[in-house]
């Protein structure tokens, strides 16, 4: 009795391995993961991070058997929309707000138990046309941007874990962005920013978000200045978002060491908007690379502690961004088109179990 129900689990365990959506090939470079883990975010929690997470979008979520791993926690402790809390969605004309698509989210967080990382207040990009088009003074333009922190952040007061308040404020020389924001305000539209939001909603991190900024470089010094001078000031600022948005075979290599920096000012941080492209079509050779870069960047977040989370720029290539932005590139998450986990997925988990282990 007890050696059939033995045989019995062990065949069960069988199944359960054999499963599709398990990984399927094996690295060269890597091992291969744990066969069957219950998820990213079941796997980061337990390596001590506050989350693995994703971001979505409004028109993905009639699609019933995204939503089944989306909705999954095991999979996702956070969920960040990609363009339904953005100015143009938000604010589309001066001082009138529209926040039913973004409610979506934020009650699919709620839901689901989640974290919301909400993104984003003030950004160059996605931005309605009248913000540009009107010639406003500077004290006509700081008013609409406290105004508009303070109306996105307070709507959703309590809900959110972290903001991205500030958006891609430099060019990767480490000069500031020349966008309105700047040409009309200096520098000052970042405290502006950052003041309505602590007051709309003190409880939530606010981050400013870039990329490029990754690696050791005149964007990181830039942004590390930036935060080192808010900080003295007294401005509120709680962490600052790597976004990692890669190519396959060209993951930075100073990561780690740019990150340490970021810990020694007591600041929190997040890889926010992780993904790695690649040239079309995909080779197996470049889906293996493609899971040792996913190990190296989750690695390098593993190695710091003030890397709170990790979140990838939607999970399926089905859903990506990157084919109508990159043209010729793509398969850049960790699902592909029809939800099959790729290596990729394998190379995050071995970076997070690698972790687990050692605690
Ligand atoms: C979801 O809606 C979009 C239009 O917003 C449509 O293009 C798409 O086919 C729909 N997907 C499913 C799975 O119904
Ligand atoms: C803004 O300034 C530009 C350049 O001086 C001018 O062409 C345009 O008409 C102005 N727009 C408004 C709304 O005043
Ligand atoms: C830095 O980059 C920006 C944007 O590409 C450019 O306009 C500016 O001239 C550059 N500044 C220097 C000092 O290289
Ligand atoms: C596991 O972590 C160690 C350092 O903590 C690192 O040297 C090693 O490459 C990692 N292994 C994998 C498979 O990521």
Not at 61 to 67: E, Q, V, W
Not at 75 to 80: E, M
Not at 147 to 160: D, E, I, K, P, S
């Amino acid at each position: 009795m007890a050696i059939a129900a033995l045989t019995t689990l062990v065949a069960l365990a069988h199944i359960a391995v054999a499963i599709p959506q398990t990984a399927t090939a094996a690295s060269s470079a890597l091992p291969t993961a744990t066969a069957v883990v219950p998820g990213l975010n079941f796997v980061a929690k337990s390596a001590g991070k506050l989350y693995f997470g994703t971001a979505t979008d409004n028109p993905e979520l009639n699609d019933t058997a995204y939503d089944h791993i989306l909705d999954n926690f095991l999979q996702f402790g956070a969920i960040t929309p990609a363009n339904s809390m953005k100015w143009d969605a938000t604010e589309p004309e001066p001082y009138v707000f529209t926040f039913e698509a973004g409610d979506v989210i934020a009650d699919l967080a709620h839901e689901n138990g989640m974290l919301l990382r909400g993104h984003n207040c003030v950004w160059y990009n996605q931005l309605p046309s009248w913000v540009t088009a009107n010639n406003y003074t500077a004290p006509e333009l700081a008013a609409i941007i406290q105004n508009r922190c303070a109306t996105l952040v307070g709507h959703y007061r309590g809900q959110v874990y972290a903001w991205d308040i500030i958006n891609e404020p430099f060019n990767d020389n480490g000069t500031y962005r020349e966008d309105v924001f700047y040409n009309t305000l200096g520098t000052s539209y970042i405290p502006i920013a950052l003041t309505a939001a602590r007051a709309a909603d003190p409880n939530a991190k606010l981050y400013i978000n870039e990329y490029n900024n990754e690696y050791l470089g005149p964007k990181s010094t830039a942004l590390l200045d930036l935060v080192k001078e808010l900080k003295a000031e007294g401005v509120p600022i709680d962490g600052v978002g790597f976004q990692c948005h890669f190519v396959v075979g060209e993951v930075p290599t100073t990561m780690v060491e740019n990150f340490q920096q970021y810990a020694a000012i007591g600041l929190e941080f997040a890889i926010t908007e992780l993904d790695i492209r690649m040239p079309l079509p995909a080779t197996p050779e470049m889906l293996e690379q493609q899971k040792t870069d996913y190990d190296t960047v989750v690695s390098a977040c593993m190695a710091v502690p003030n890397c709170v989370g990790i979140s990838v720029w939607d999970w399926t290539d089905k859903y990506s961004w990157i084919p109508s932005t990159y043209p010729g590139y793509g398969e850049a998450c960790p699902w592909d088109a029809n939800f099959v986990r790729k290596p990729a997925y394998d190379g995050i988990v071995i970076a997070l179990e690698n972790r687990t282990s050692v605690l």
